[in-house]
């Protein structure tokens, strides 16, 4: 905090000195033995830039970057315990083969030959037995993930899946096919942001939490729409616990006050736009009246925010979200949001949507070679109206596989990834990992998916790491570029995924693909920006500076009508509502509840809760339950419930409290964990993906992890 606070101080001054100045500071007092060195925070996806103190080749302390404008001189609590990351007892030390059942624990450790030897051999009679789209690739966010996608590639395989389809695809496929680019949002300069279903405040994305925290310290109005109080709603200015599911209603309903009382940006949309006939059509019968009683918002309020956020636009706007796998009509949700922007005139204006620069680094290219006994397509094609190619769908990859339809996989490679807690019913992953011949799983520590696996290999920490050169987008003139370097050298056996998959490639004969080092491959990729490489050697990150809106004019839209698509006629091409059309959510049975997922400023996804620093944070997890139903329950709080669904169940303490609505019940991620080698956490709280259901969103495939209704009682 007093860096900060000194760095902005003084920064206006000569900002380049006084924070050089600050980076070095320790160095001078601290001796020969102490280092400062920079890096890239990987706690999870934000890549805040950090400068790590080592002293006598122990890593002390991490603090943030300076220089580094996407993430404003903040480490998060998280990014502070990554030390403890590091030097975790219960890293994973050696490659493991699983001996005995699936799910025993029962391990014999390996030399790294014999790991690599039975990983290709495996791959190789898959590959043979099963064409290689019988192996399917998983890796979640990380800079050395192209690496995974370059050996599926090379191998021949196109069943590859990121996370993404586990968080944020149909947030994409709606902005991408109204505006024909996914937005970023100018949080920092606006004046009026409605939030729905997002969480800036616990949920961190960097610089949007702390470009929140400015923009309404000058001023600018929060409304915020959960049916949970998150540390965002108390920081609103308004919050409204809506009705679970509702969220369309709503945006339609701004649109019909937008267009029927002339308050659109007409300019603009007359300009700009596609469809506005169409438009003022359909969201006739959406009334503020009507949207009242679908989303427990009064019409009044609704109507007052049509109206106050048509007087601050173009400096207004709905904050496009993050995670969206949520509901089986998330696209269309999430079009309702991107047309009511649309009415408001914000895009590629400061306060707006904004489409940031990125920098185009290169690579080290490389040819596919083509298996002819391949199968047609990817095992999960045709199962949503419009999926990612690149992505495919997690819920739909592992209904083919558990199916055999249209082909067996057999064969599964994870890294740094962990469905068996971040995929919504662990019980189908279960049924899933049962149908295979091989998984081989590449973590830091044993986590619920490693523990499935039959081969585990250790990975070192973000801190050990050399990866790649990453160029990020982020808004308000803050894009960039960042990179890391070992900051200790890998501890144990751990090795990085870079060097498993040139170690698999070697074997499999494929090696002239991989026949590079990371220098190399950082070379090819900052060949032709000399300016990069030196920003990253001086301030440990490249920052582009300078407006990142107005950049788009003039320009056309990447869209079939070269407009922002109000009405998108490719939709109906592929079956789908060109304008999104309200369904209610499916109605919650008596005395059940509908259960929601999030997160709090100091849990990632499945990945911290073990954390020496964090767990001390939050030791098990809760259910929430509201006053109202716990009483009628006869639940008091503290005491242990089950929580129950079609897809399975959970025991924890209930929380009783009015931070969430009557009919929704919340718990964190993380808790309930299968696998043993989770010594802080083994046996603490329930896991929360053995309850939920696995729908999906019917365009793009992502999970839709609140469709699940449950029963909550007294624990026996
Ligand atoms: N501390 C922390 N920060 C993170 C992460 C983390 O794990 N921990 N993960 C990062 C990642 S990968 C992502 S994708 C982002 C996620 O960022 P967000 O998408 O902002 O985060 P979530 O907590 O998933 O927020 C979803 C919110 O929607 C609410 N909600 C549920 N149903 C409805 C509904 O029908 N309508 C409305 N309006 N709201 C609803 C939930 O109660 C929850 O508070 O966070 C990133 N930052
Ligand atoms: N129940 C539930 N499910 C969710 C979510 C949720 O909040 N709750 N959120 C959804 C969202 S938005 C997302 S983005 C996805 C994310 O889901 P995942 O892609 O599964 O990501 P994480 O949960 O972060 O899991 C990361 C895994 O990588 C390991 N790991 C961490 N650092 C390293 C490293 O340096 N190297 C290697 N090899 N491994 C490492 C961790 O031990 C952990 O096992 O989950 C989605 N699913
Ligand atoms: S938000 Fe926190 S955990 Fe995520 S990269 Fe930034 S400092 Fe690390
Ligand atoms: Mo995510």
């Given at each position: 905090?007093?860096?900060?606070?000194?760095?902005?101080?003084?920064?206006?001054?000569?900002?380049?000195?006084?924070?050089?100045?600050?980076?070095?500071?320790?160095?001078?007092?601290?001796?020969?033995?102490?280092?400062?060195?920079?890096?890239?925070?990987?706690?999870?996806?934000?890549?805040?830039?950090?400068?790590?103190?080592?002293?006598?080749?122990?890593?002390?302390?991490?603090?943030?970057?300076?220089?580094?404008?996407?993430?404003?001189?903040m480490?998060?609590?998280?990014?502070?315990?990554?030390?403890?990351?590091?030097?975790?007892?219960?890293?994973?030390?050696?490659?493991?083969?699983?001996?005995?059942?699936?799910?025993?624990?029962?391990?014999?450790?390996?030399?790294?030959?014999?790991?690599?030897?039975?990983?290709?051999?495996?791959?190789?009679?898959?590959?043979?037995?099963?064409?290689?789209?019988?192996?399917?690739?998983?890796?979640?966010?990380?800079?050395?993930s192209?690496f995974?996608?370059?050996?599926?590639?090379?191998?021949?395989?196109?069943?590859?899946?990121?996370?993404?389809?586990?968080?944020?695809?149909?947030?994409?496929?709606?902005?991408?096919d109204?505006?024909?680019?996914?937005?970023?949002?100018?949080?920092?300069?606006?004046?009026?942001?409605?939030?729905?279903?997002?969480?800036?405040?616990?949920?961190?994305?960097?610089?949007?939490?702390?470009?929140?925290?400015?923009?309404?310290?000058?001023?600018?109005?929060?409304?915020?729409?959960?049916?949970?109080?998150?540390?965002?709603?108390?920081?609103?200015?308004?919050?409204?616990?809506?009705?679970?599911?509702?969220?369309?209603?709503?945006?339609?309903?701004?649109?019909?006050?937008?267009?029927?009382?002339?308050?659109?940006?007409?300019?603009?949309?007359?300009?700009?736009?596609n469809?506005?006939?169409?438009?003022?059509?359909?969201?006739?019968?959406?009334?503020?009246?009507?949207?009242?009683?679908?989303?427990?918002?009064?019409?009044?309020?609704?109507?007052?925010i049509a109206?106050?956020?048509?007087?601050?636009?173009?400096?207004?706007?709905?904050?496009?979200?993050?995670?969206s796998?949520?509901?089986?009509?998330?696209t269309?949700i999430?079009?309702?949001?991107?047309?009511?922007?649309?009415?408001?005139?914000?895009?590629?204006?400061?306060?707006?949507?904004?489409?940031?620069?990125?920098?185009?680094?290169?690579?080290?290219?490389?040819?596919?070679?083509?298996?002819?006994?391949?199968?047609?397509?990817?095992?999960?094609?045709?199962?949503?109206?419009?999926?990612?190619?690149?992505?495919?769908?997690?819920?739909?990859?592992?209904?083919?596989?558990?199916?055999?339809?249209?082909?067996?996989?057999?064969?599964?490679?994870?890294?740094?990834?962990?469905?068996?807690?971040?995929?919504?019913?662990?019980?189908?992953?279960?049924?899933?990992?049962?149908?295979?011949?091989?998984?081989?799983?590449?973590?830091?520590?044993?986590?619920?998916?490693?523990w499935?696996?039959?081969?585990?290999?250790?990975?070192?920490?973000?801190?050990?790491?050399?990866?790649?050169?990453?160029?990020?987008?982020?808004?308000?003139?803050?894009?960039?570029?960042?990179?890391?370097?070992?900051?200790?050298?890998?501890?144990?056996?751990?090795?990085?995924?870079?060097?498993?998959?040139?170690?698999?490639?070697?074997?499999?004969?494929?090696?002239?693909?991989?026949?590079?080092?990371?220098?190399?491959?950082?070379?090819?990729?900052?060949?032709d920006?000399?300016?990069v490489?030196?920003?990253?050697?001086?301030e440990?990150?490249?920052?582009?500076?300078?407006?990142?809106?107005?950049?788009?004019?003039?320009?056309?839209?990447r869209?079939?009508?070269?407009?922002?698509?109000?009405h998108?006629a490719?939709?109906?091409?592929?079956?789908?509502?060109?304008?999104?059309?309200?369904?209610?959510?499916?109605?919650?049975?008596?005395?059940?509840?509908?259960?929601?997922?999030?997160?709090?400023?100091?849990?990632?996804?499945?990945?911290?809760?073990n954390?020496?620093?964090?767990?001390?944070?939050?030791?098990?997890?809760t259910?929430?339950?509201?006053?109202?139903?716990?009483?009628?329950?006869?639940?008091?709080?503290?005491?242990?419930?089950?929580?129950?669904?079609?897809?399975?169940?959970?025991?924890?303490?209930?929380?009783?409290t009015?931070?969430?609505?009557?009919?929704?019940?919340?718990?964190?991620?993380?808790f309930?964990?299968?696998?043993?080698g989770?010594?802080?956490?083994?046996?603490?709280?329930?896991?929360?993906?053995?309850?939920?259901?696995d729908e999906?969103?019917?365009?793009?495939?992502?999970?839709?992890?609140?469709?699940?209704?449950?029963?909550?009682?007294?624990?026996?």
């Amino acid at each position: 905090m007093k860096l900060s606070a000194a760095t902005a101080a003084v920064a206006s001054a000569n900002p380049s000195r006084v924070l050089h100045a600050l980076v070095k500071t320790d160095q001078a007092t601290a001796g020969d033995s102490f280092r400062s060195i920079y890096s890239a925070c990987d706690m999870c996806f934000n890549k805040c830039g950090l400068i790590a103190r080592v002293q006598d080749g122990v890593v002390k302390k991490l603090d943030p970057n300076p220089f580094s404008l996407k993430s404003r001189g903040m480490l998060c609590a998280r990014g502070n315990a990554g030390v403890r990351q590091l030097y975790d007892p219960d890293r994973l030390k050696y490659p493991l083969l699983r001996k005995g059942d699936r799910g025993q624990g029962k391990w014999q450790r390996l030399t790294w030959d014999q790991a690599l030897d039975l990983c290709a051999e495996q791959m190789e009679r898959i590959g043979r037995e099963y064409t290689r789209c019988g192996f399917l690739f998983m890796a979640g966010t990380d800079m050395q993930s192209t690496f995974v996608h370059r050996l599926a590639a090379v191998y021949g395989s196109y069943n590859v899946i990121s996370h993404e389809s586990n968080c944020l695809l149909s947030r994409n496929r709606a902005f991408l096919d109204t505006y024909g680019v996914v937005p970023t949002a100018d949080v920092l300069n606006c004046k009026y942001i409605i939030m729905p279903g997002a969480n800036r405040f616990e949920a961190l994305v960097t610089p949007d939490s702390m470009d929140l925290m400015t923009a309404m310290q000058n001023g600018c109005k929060l409304v915020v729409l959960d049916p949970r109080y998150t540390k965002t709603a108390a920081h609103a200015h308004e919050w409204y616990a809506i009705k679970p599911g509702t969220d369309m209603a709503f945006f339609l309903a701004l649109a019909h006050v937008l267009i029927t009382e002339d308050l659109y940006d007409k300019e603009f949309v007359a300009a700009k736009t596609n469809g506005i006939e169409q438009l003022t059509a359909h969201v006739q019968p959406y009334t503020p009246d009507w949207a009242a009683r679908e989303t427990d918002l009064p019409a009044r309020d609704i109507r007052r925010i049509a109206r106050e956020l048509a007087a601050a636009a173009p400096r207004a706007m709905v904050y496009p979200g993050r995670r969206s796998s949520d509901y089986k009509d998330s696209t269309q949700i999430r079009r309702s949001y991107a047309i009511v922007n649309a009415l408001l005139g914000n895009w590629d204006r400061e306060g707006g949507l904004i489409v940031p620069k990125k920098i185009k680094t290169g690579s080290i290219p490389f040819e596919e070679p083509w298996f002819d006994e391949n199968p047609e397509d990817r095992v999960d094609a045709g199962r949503a109206q419009m999926m990612f190619d690149e992505e495919g769908s997690f819920k739909h990859t592992r209904d083919a596989v558990i199916e055999g339809e249209p082909y067996p996989i057999k064969g599964w490679l994870t890294y740094k990834t962990n469905p068996m807690q971040t995929g919504a019913n662990r019980n189908k992953t279960m049924q899933m990992i049962n149908k295979l011949d091989f998984m081989v799983s590449v973590d830091i520590t044993m986590s619920d998916t490693a523990w499935m696996a039959d081969l585990v290999l250790p990975a070192p920490s973000y801190l050990e790491r050399q990866d790649p050169i990453s160029a990020f987008l982020a808004s308000s003139a803050c894009s960039g570029v960042i990179t890391r370097d070992p900051i200790v050298p890998a501890m144990f056996e751990s090795r990085p995924v870079f060097w498993i998959a040139k170690e698999l490639a070697k074997r499999l004969d494929l090696m002239e693909h991989f026949d590079f080092t990371i220098e190399e491959f950082r070379e090819a990729q900052l060949k032709d920006l000399p300016e990069v490489a030196e920003a990253l050697d001086k301030e440990g990150v490249y920052n582009i500076v300078g407006p990142s809106y107005g950049l788009h004019e003039g320009k056309r839209f990447r869209t079939r009508s070269g407009k922002i698509e109000l009405h998108n006629a490719r939709y109906e091409d592929h079956g789908v509502d060109p304008m999104p059309v309200y369904t209610p959510p499916q109605a919650i049975p008596e005395n059940q509840f509908r259960i929601v997922v999030g997160r709090n400023a100091f849990i990632t996804q499945s990945a911290s809760t073990n954390n020496s620093l964090l767990w001390e944070l939050e030791q098990e997890n809760t259910l929430w339950i509201h006053p109202e139903a716990a009483r009628r329950l006869n639940i008091a709080h503290g005491e242990k419930v089950k929580v129950a669904s079609r897809a399975g169940s959970g025991i924890l303490k209930a929380e009783v409290t009015e931070k969430t609505r009557p009919d929704t019940v919340y718990m964190d991620t993380v808790f309930g964990v299968i696998s043993k080698g989770l010594s802080k956490i083994f046996g603490q709280g329930a896991c929360i993906a053995d309850v939920l259901e696995d729908e999906a969103d019917a365009v793009s495939g992502n999970m839709a992890m609140h469709e699940t209704m449950v029963t909550v009682s007294k624990a026996a």
